[in-house]
Every structure is written in structure tokens, then in C-alpha cells.
């Protein structure tokens, strides 16, 4: 006689079954998982070095333009080869044209990255170093950014509240309470400036190692009005387009052709070429963007990196890109 299983035994079989291919299915996905994060990582290690790489290559190039300008004359202007921005190409464009000096598009990674960047004058804004001269603030420079400050209708009451901090921060030795010196223009709101203000003076104002003359050929109209007690705003915007059909050769030739407007210029506080430059690039894979600064040194023909940052940015939507990107 035949026993048939207890219906207990055969369900707490199948129970068993069922668990056993559950726990097998478990441990299949968390090696799959294990092995992708391993592979994403890897690729993330490689494409992160890749991009340092070509990033470092605009950098370089950005090097031999500026050695090539300085070995041409001794002013700088934005009519110039290194003022012309290097607008948003596919990066194939660059890295894969055969010999014949055709572009081979059949790589489908570098038809996807594009490259940008340019290279900025930073000698075209005001130098927060100059606004130091020892153990006190040097009053033309303040005075500077006293204009500036009205030209961009910001409080004059924050310029006096962060000058006397940062007065404060290099004092030797430094107060318990005293905030610690800056060293990049972003690092400008350890001062306490406001977010509105580090946005709106962005582009006049930067932060270099040493006291530094205006280019008045590459200067904006505010920095022209700002470094010029003689010359009004509405001057300073037309000097723009005078300075763009013919750059000043020298400051004589500055004041020869300004006038009275010219009358307050000197060495120390203005010049017609410029020592320090910012390189940026940027490249873009679908909507992560990586961006690479650095600041660069020239004097003569020589020329060295003094700081270089990177970092990765993801845009939003809506967002337009510009360099900088600005959210």
C-alpha cells in the first residue's frame, strides 16, 4: 500500500524550496550589484582621470598662447588671440581628425563630450591685496573700490564693515576673534560680504597674490570709472569702444588721448598689460559638467600655474550653461 506525503511535509518542502531559490536569487543580485558597483567605479576612476587630463591639455595650450603674446609686444588687449573665447565644440572636433585633416566622427564617446573655455585678464579688476599697505588700508584703493561700489549701487556701508575685517585678519599677531586672510576671491565672504554682493562684484574684482596694476585695456567700464577718480561712468562706457578700434600703447598715450579724465593715473595703480591671467575649461557629458581654474603667472615669456581647482557641477533644469555656470 502506497503512502501518500502529509500535506504538512509537502508544503513545508515547497516552503523550503521557495526560500532557497529566494535566498539564491538574493545572493545572485548582490554579486551582480557588487560586480556593477566595481565597474561603475572603475569607469568613474578612468573618465574622472581622462577628464583631468584633457582639462590639463587646455591648460597647456592656454600656457603656449600666452608665451606666443608675450614674445609679440609688451601691451595686452582684448583684440588679442588669447581674449577670444574657445566657444562649445565636440571634443571630437580636437582628438580625432585622421592625417589627411579630416574628422573622423566614429567614436560615439567624443561625439557625446564637448569642450569650452577662455582665458580672462584678471589685471582688467581690482585687486583686493591692493587695498593692504601694511598695518593699514591704502586709501587709493579704497577709494577704487568706493566707486565701484556706487557704479554697482551695493552698500558702502558692508565695503567699510569687510575692509575692516580684513585689515584686522593680517594684523600680526592676529586678534582670538580675527577671520583668517583670504586667499581666493570666493573665500572673500569668511569677510562677511553678502551672496548678492560676491555675485555682483565677480566680475570686477579678484584676489591675486600681489599688488597689481589696472589694465586699463581690458578693463570693464565700472573697474575704468572705478581706478579713475577723474572719469565719469557714462566716459568710461565710451572709452570702451574707443579702446576696441585702437588699444592704448602706453599710459602717455593713455592720457594723451583722454584728457583731463586721465589726469590721475600713475604707475602703481595702472598699466596697459597684465601678469596674470585665469584659465578655464569645461567639458560636458550630457548634463555633468566638469569645470578646471587655474591661475597662471606670466613675466616675459615665462610663465607658471600659481593654483589649480577642479570640481564637477551638475546643471538643473532650465539652467543655462555660461563659464562660470551660474547655478
Same mark, same amino acid.
Given at each position: 500500500?502506497?503512502?501518500?506525503?502529509?500535506?504538512?511535509?509537502?508544503?513545508? !518542502?515547497?516552503?523550503?524550496?521557495?526560500?532557497?531559490?529566494?535566498?539564491? !536569487?538574493?545572493? !545572485?543580485?548582490?554579486?551582480?550589484?557588487?560586480?556593477?558597483?566595481?565597474?561603475?567605479?572603475?569607469?568613474?576612476?578612468?573618465?574622472?582621470?581622462?577628464?583631468?587630463?584633457?582639462?590639463?591639455?587646455?591648460?597647456?595650450?592656454?600656457?603656449? =598662447?600666452?608665451?606666443?603674446?608675450?614674445?609679440?609686444?609688451?601691451?595686452?588687449?582684448?583684440?588679442?588671440?588669447?581674449? =577670444?573665447?574657445?566657444?562649445?565644440?565636440?571634443? +571630437?572636433?580636437?582628438?580625432?581628425? $585622421?592625417?589627411?585633416?579630416?574628422?573622423?566622427? +566614429?567614436?560615439?564617446?567624443?561625439?557625446?563630450?564637448?569642450?569650452?573655455?577662455?582665458?580672462?585678464?584678471?589685471?582688467?579688476?581690482? *585687486?583686493?591685496? *591692493?587695498?593692504?599697505?601694511?598695518?593699514?588700508?591704502?586709501?587709493?584703493?579704497?577709494?577704487? @573700490?568706493?566707486?565701484?561700489?556706487?557704479?554697482?549701487?551695493?552698500?558702502?556701508?558692508?565695503?567699510?564693515?569687510?575692509?575692516?575685517?580684513?585689515?584686522?585678519?593680517?594684523?600680526?599677531?592676529?586678534?582670538?576673534?580675527? !577671520?583668517?586672510?583670504?586667499?581666493?576671491?570666493?573665500?572673500?565672504?569668511?569677510?562677511?560680504?553678502?551672496?548678492?554682493?560676491?555675485?555682483?562684484?565677480?566680475?570686477? =574684482?579678484?584676489?591675486?597674490?600681489?599688488?597689481?596694476?589696472? %589694465?586699463?585695456?581690458?578693463?570693464?567700464?565700472?573697474?575704468?570709472?572705478?581706478?579713475?577718480? $577723474?572719469?565719469?561712468?557714462?566716459?568710461?562706457?565710451?572709452?570702451?569702444?574707443?579702446?576696441? %578700434?585702437?588699444? @592704448?600703447?602706453?599710459?602717455?598715450? &593713455?592720457?594723451?588721448?583722454?584728457?583731463?579724465?586721465?589726469? *590721475?593715473? *600713475?604707475?602703481?595703480?595702472?598699466?596697459?598689460?597684465?601678469?596674470?591671467?585665469?584659465?578655464?575649461?569645461?567639458?560636458?557629458?550630457?548634463? &555633468?559638467?566638469?569645470?578646471?581654474?587655474?591661475?597662471?603667472?606670466?613675466?616675459?615669456?615665462?610663465?607658471?600655474?600659481?593654483?589649480?581647482?577642479?570640481?564637477?557641477?551638475?546643471?538643473?533644469?532650465?539652467?543655462?550653461?555660461?563659464?562660470?555656470?551660474?547655478?
Amino acid at each position: 500500500m502506497t503512502q501518500h506525503p502529509h500535506p504538512q511535509h509537502t508544503g513545508a !518542502a515547497l516552503l523550503m524550496a521557495m526560500l532557497s531559490v529566494a535566498l539564491l !536569487a538574493v545572493l !545572485a543580485s548582490a554579486a551582480l550589484w557588487q560586480q556593477w558597483r566595481t565597474l561603475a567605479v572603475e569607469s568613474a576612476e578612468r573618465d574622472a582621470q581622462q577628464t583631468a587630463w584633457l582639462l590639463r591639455g587646455a591648460q597647456d595650450w592656454a600656457l603656449v =598662447v600666452l608665451r606666443e603674446d608675450g614674445r609679440s609686444g609688451s601691451t595686452d588687449h582684448l583684440a588679442e588671440p588669447w581674449a =577670444v573665447p574657445l566657444r562649445e565644440a565636440r571634443l +571630437s572636433a580636437f582628438l580625432a581628425a $585622421s592625417s589627411n585633416g579630416a574628422v573622423n566622427d +566614429s567614436d560615439s564617446l567624443t561625439q557625446q563630450v564637448f569642450l569650452s573655455g577662455r582665458i580672462t585678464d584678471m589685471q582688467s579688476r581690482l *585687486n583686493v591685496t *591692493n587695498l593692504l599697505d601694511g598695518k593699514q588700508l591704502n586709501e587709493r584703493s579704497l577709494l577704487a @573700490f568706493t566707486r565701484l561700489y556706487r557704479a554697482l549701487g551695493l552698500p558702502e556701508v558692508e565695503l567699510q564693515q569687510w575692509t575692516a575685517v580684513l585689515l584686522n585678519s593680517v594684523q600680526t599677531p592676529p586678534a582670538a576673534n580675527a !577671520a583668517l586672510p583670504p586667499q581666493r576671491f570666493e573665500q572673500l565672504r569668511w569677510l562677511g560680504l553678502s551672496a548678492n554682493s560676491l555675485a555682483r562684484l565677480a566680475p570686477h =574684482v579678484t584676489l591675486l597674490p600681489v599688488r597689481t596694476a589696472v %589694465n586699463l585695456n581690458t578693463a570693464s567700464a565700472e573697474v575704468l570709472y572705478a581706478s579713475m577718480p $577723474s572719469l565719469e561712468l557714462g566716459q568710461a562706457s565710451q572709452w570702451l569702444q574707443e579702446r576696441a %578700434n585702437k588699444p @592704448f600703447d602706453n599710459l602717455e598715450d &593713455v592720457r594723451n588721448r583722454m584728457g583731463k579724465a586721465a589726469e *590721475n593715473i *600713475n604707475d602703481a595703480q595702472h598699466a596697459v598689460n597684465t601678469r596674470f591671467f585665469e584659465v578655464t575649461g569645461q567639458l560636458r557629458h550630457g548634463q &555633468v559638467y566638469q569645470l578646471q581654474k587655474s591661475l597662471l603667472q606670466r613675466d616675459g615669456t615665462s610663465t607658471q600655474t600659481l593654483w589649480r581647482e577642479q570640481r564637477g557641477l551638475r546643471s538643473e533644469p532650465g539652467c543655462l550653461f555660461t563659464i562660470p555656470p551660474p547655478c
